[in-house]
């Protein structure tokens, strides 16, 4: 289902698709923060497919067992998507914390999720919240920036002690640059449109492995200078490509 929502105190209708993750202001496409993100290259996960193609190899073949081609076809086929599997698996925990999550900054109630990876990730982050007293401002919101015609959503902004963050969640083994230059957007278009004084941005690491960690950044303006100059390479890129579309 298309979710509308007006922003700028009315004069902008900013439209998400959830199932093709669109979204459009007045009408028109515009791009997406964490697209624009993913023009950034990332060596790390190039070794982590390798990684998990090589232990999918290691569990189907055994020590002293023959193998006929079409076996080891099958076996080199999984091979090939075991990390997209992964990922996929990995997805999904990422959307039952976040949905977890949600509920809990909006009701203040505690309803964990039953799957037990998942269940860690939430209660790493109640706990944290509570122990630091995060005073939540903001849950899943939709920002849109005018002057440079992106969108996103941001996962929260909140109060800790006397500083305001944009925060991220991320179920990742770790915590990448380019999750700076992401929250620098949602950063740049929020304050655009509200006019919140941000004091930095906020990753929140729900590791699947239950690994948990923090990190704050005050680099804003760096980091969203690297935002915007990814924006421009990503734009070029998807000029390009259409122009080889329509045969230019």
């Not at 070794?47 to 073949?61: D, F, H, Q, R, T």
């Not at 999720?113 to 209660?123: D, G, L, M, S």
């Not at 939540?136 to 005018?146: D, G, M, Q």
Request: with cysteine; proline share 2%.
């Amino acid at each position: 289902m298309i979710e509308t929502y007006k922003l700028y105190g009315g004069t902008v209708c900013l439209t998400f698709d959830p199932d093709k993750h669109i979204y459009t202001v007045d009408g028109e496409r515009v791009d997406g923060v964490t697209g624009v993100v993913s023009v950034i290259a990332k060596p790390a996960l190039i070794y982590w497919s390798v990684n998990m193609a090589l232990s999918y190899i290691g569990k189907k073949i055994k020590a002293g067992k023959s193998y006929d081609e079409i076996q080891l076809k099958k076996i080199l086929e999984g091979a090939k998507i075991a990390h997209k599997v992964k990922k996929e698996d990995a997805g999904d925990i990422g959307t039952l914390v976040h949905e977890a999550i949600e509920r809990y900054i909006l009701t203040g109630k505690e309803e964990p999720p039953v799957h037990e990876k998942a269940k860690v990730c939430y209660e790493n982050f109640i706990n944290w919240a509570k122990e630091n007293k995060v005073r939540f401002i903001e849950t899943e919101r939709k920002v849109y920036s005018k002057e440079y015609n992106y969108a996103g959503t941001m996962d929260f902004a909140c109060v800790i002690g006397d500083k305001t963050f944009v925060g991220d969640i991320k179920t990742s083994n770790a915590i990448y640059n380019e999750y700076w230059f992401q929250t620098s957007a949602y950063q740049q278009a929020y304050t655009e449109e509200t006019g919140t004084k941000i004091d930095g941005q906020l990753i929140v690491r729900v590791s699947r492995n239950g690994d948990f960690e923090i990190q704050e950044n005050y680099d804003y303006e760096e980091n969203v200078q690297a935002f915007n100059g990814a924006l421009v390479l990503y734009r070029r890129i998807q000029q390009l490509k259409d122009n080889e579309n329509a045969g230019v």
